[in-house]
T-cell receptor, first 117, second 111 residues
């Protein structure tokens, strides 16, 4: 089945530093990937849609300069949290659809737990 | 507007008992519907999906869901719950390029 690999699974960083999270589709190509943020006991909040070879589409209220997204290939999207602050601490999850499969569901990575100290 | 509603925030069932998690959606066209399960600290795993055809769909781990257009529902069921089923469950609607998620139902299984 379609697999999405997300790395790292857990990261702790100091306030003011930047953190990069990678999302890879291992056995399929994805022109579009999605980045979500999940707060404790809460549902998924779509942050942005990552488009291969073009700019990401950000949801309202999400700072594009804070959360940099790059989708350089059909199998890799990255999310960089710049100048991280404690309030950025959260669980970030990426997902992708298999563009070659009709009506493909979203396939999710295992998430990244970010803690900013 | 499109939306997904999971009216039950938290459900507790005894191991071996039957389970139903409710999901209602709002969408004017044919919906593509999904159920996902999330274990603590993990991503979401697809349980089952509905696109068309048979309205009763079977998924992994013994789960099934029934699509009822007249009720705009896609409830998830399992005849006998196992302790390992304790997790967060999300219903999702796909309208093309957009996915809409419910707020999730947390399932607790007691011995």
């Amino acid at each position: 089945g379609a697999v999405v690999s997300q790395h790292p699974s857990r990261v702790i960083c100091k306030s003011g530093t930047s953190v990069k999270i990678e999302c890879r589709s291992l056995d399929f190509q994805a022109t579009t990937m999605f980045w979500y943020r999940q707060f404790p006991k809460k549902s998924l909040m779509l942050m942005a849609t990552s488009n291969e070879g073009s700019k990401a589409t950000y949801e309202q209220g999400v700072e594009k300069d804070k959360f940099l997204i790059n989708h350089a290939s059909l199998t890799l999207s990255t999310l960089t949290v710049t100048s991280a602050h404690p309030e950025d601490s959260s669980f970030y999850i990426c997902s992708a659809r298999d563009q070659g499969a009709h009506n493909s569901p979203l396939h999710f990575g295992n998430g990244t737990r970010l803690t900013v100290t | 507007a499109q939306s997904v509603t999971q009216p039950d925030i938290h459900i507790t069932v005894s191991e071996g008992a039957s389970l139903e998690l409710r999901c209602n959606y709002s969408y004017g066209a044919t919906p593509y519907l999904f159920w996902y399960v999330q274990s603590p600290g993990q991503g979401l795993q697809l349980l089952l999906k509905y696109f068309s055809g048979d309205t009763l769909v079977q998924g992994i781990k013994g789960f099934e869901a029934e699509f009822k257009r007249s009720q705009s529902s896609f409830h998830l069921r399992k005849p006998s719950v196992h302790w390992s089923d304790a997790a967060e469950y999300f219903c999702a609607l796909n309208t093309g390029n957009q996915f809409y998620f419910g707020t999730g139902t947390s399932l607790t299984v007691i011995p």
